[in-house]
């Protein structure tokens, strides 16, 4: 691999390499390939373009700023990107009144969407669909409390407000969809790409 | 500041799951993270829940951003203070000399017709040297030093590369399948240790891990990648002590050894 042959073939893994010693090509790839999927988080969290795109183009900048703390040992660049871009948008939004959700219109509407780059579909695409089939295996009060303290970074006494339940039963329901997805992960064989 | 006594694991078992999802209270956080220092079993769980949650984030939809958005983050990079190659601990590695002459992308061109003097220049200028490194790199079989062969395909001569006064020189390994060469790792020594494996002719399509055998014949896994191209490249860091392991294997999901290196590390 040489760094003068960036180009959109390039892996994930390579362009960080490239952009943590600031070879502007690795810059411009890496933000055309990840800004729809950052984009997409953000606006699935903060339910607001503006604030998603804020939410967005600052999380793209830590991730250019931190490039050269990534490991690939603990996970996909994939994954690495979103959960800086979840832990963003949570803070940004926290710091709003946190908005109503509706966990299982969000499982319903977005993350069962099929709105995915036929490149994006070679990469992660038998990954969604297992992921997709781990969450549809779970009881729907442990989806919609997993979803809440995910995606949302609710906590288990807002997850409680929300649903109106006591506070030891969401705690419940977080725990147990945890450990079911991960009896779910396990079964399968899945690894986290 | 309150402090919370160091129990069993029970004792944490709420803090535990709020720390997973990224919810957990600053000053009870603290707490738990001197209890992760000293709880194996917590940091296990820890780990495993955090990848799985990772994982469910690949569940968001791709949604396209509003008209502009790239250019307006590429721009808020280069508006970012230029910054000195550094390694993952911030501290710098090295100063970068050099006259290769390789292509210049998109900004570095734009950068120039602007004629600015714009930091985004002087970190292109600096990318630019690092280019000369890799294609040196690319460009020898070194073995201990020793020049034990070439690989083709560079497109450009860098005429000297120097990091604290030193030449940088990479140790490259051929990686084989069945006495055929099907790629190549090459090693960056420094005060960490990268290595970018280079697959070509690979006939299995689909995810593989790369990992160093030990001496003692364990195995130490650097981390998957997927297989997709007739061409595929991987970067990762090198864990301390790597270069007492014996060789590169790179192996399927069922355990199947696609590649190993023929030269001894």
């Not at chain 2, 402090?3 to 535990?16: A, Q």
């Not at chain 2, 006495?179 to 995810?207: C, E, F, H, P």
């Not at chain 2, 014949?217 to 270069?243: E, I, Q, Y």
Request: aromatic share 6%; hydrophobic share 40%; charged share 25%.
């Amino acid at each position: 691999m040489e760094f003068d042959e960036i180009s959109p073939e390039t892996t994930d893994e390579t362009l960080l390499l490239a952009m943590a010693q600031g070879i502007p090509e690795a810059i411009t790839v890496f933000v055309r390939r990840f800004q729809r999927r950052v984009y997409g988080l953000a606006l699935m969290i903060a339910n607001d373009e503006p604030l998603a795109e804020e939410i967005a183009q600052e999380s793209l900048l830590k991730i250019w700023r931190h490039a050269a703390m990534y490991d690939p040992r603990r996970g996909s660049v994939t994954s690495w990107v979103l959960t800086i871009t979840r832990h963003v948008a949570i803070d940004r939004v926290r710091v709003r009144t946190l908005p109503r959700v509706d966990p299982e219109a969000l499982y319903r509407d977005e993350l069962q969407s099929d709105n995915r780059s036929p490149e994006e579909e070679v990469v992660v695409g038998d990954s969604v669909e297992f992921l997709r089939y781990a969450l549809e295996q779970l009881p729907p009060e442990q989806r919609r409390a997993l979803i809440l303290a995910s995606f949302y970074g609710r906590t288990a006494n807002e997850i409680a407000v929300d649903e109106s339940i006591p506070l030891g039963t969401a705690k419940t329901r977080i725990r147990s969809g945890l450990r079911n997805l991960r009896k779910q992960f396990t079964a399968e064989g899945y690894l986290n790409p | 500041m309150k402090r919370f006594p160091t129990r069993d694991c029970e004792y944490f078992d709420d803090d535990r799951v709020a720390f997973i999802f990224g919810n957990l209270d600053p000053e009870r956080a603290l707490n738990f993270e001197q209890h992760l220092g000293e709880c194996e079993r917590c940091r296990g769980e820890v780990a495993v829940g955090s990848s799985d949650i990772d994982a469910l984030m690949l569940l968001a939809p791709e949604v396209d951003p509003p008209i502009g958005f790239e250019e307006r983050v590429l721009s808020s990079i280069a508006a970012e203070p230029s910054t000195l190659l550094q390694n993952e601990r911030g501290q710098r590695i090295g100063e970068l000399t050099t006259s290769c002459h390789a292509p210049v992308g998109r900004l570095s061109r734009r950068s120039r017709a602007n004629g600015s003097r714009h930091p985004y220049r002087q970190r292109s200028r600096l990318a630019l040297s690092m280019v000369g490194v890799v294609v040196i790199a690319i460009g020898s079989f070194v073995i201990g030093g020793s020049v034990i062969g070439r690989l083709g395909g560079s497109s450009s001569s860098p005429k000297s590369v120097t990091v604290h006064g030193r030449a940088l020189a990479p140790l490259v390994v051929s990686l084989t399948s069945a006495r055929s060469d099907i790629g190549s790792a090459a090693i960056y020594q420094g005060s960490t240790a990268w290595m970018i494996v280079d697959l070509t002719n690979v006939k299995d399509r689909g995810y593989v891990r790369c990992r160093l055998t030990e001496p003692d014949g364990s195995a130490v896994d650097l981390g998957r990648f997927f297989v997709a191209r007739s061409h595929t490249s991987w970067a990762t860091p090198l864990p301390a002590g790597w270069s007492h392991a014996r060789e590169i294997e790179i192996v399927t999901s069922n355990g199947r050894v696609v590649a190993t290196s023929h030269v001894k590390l």
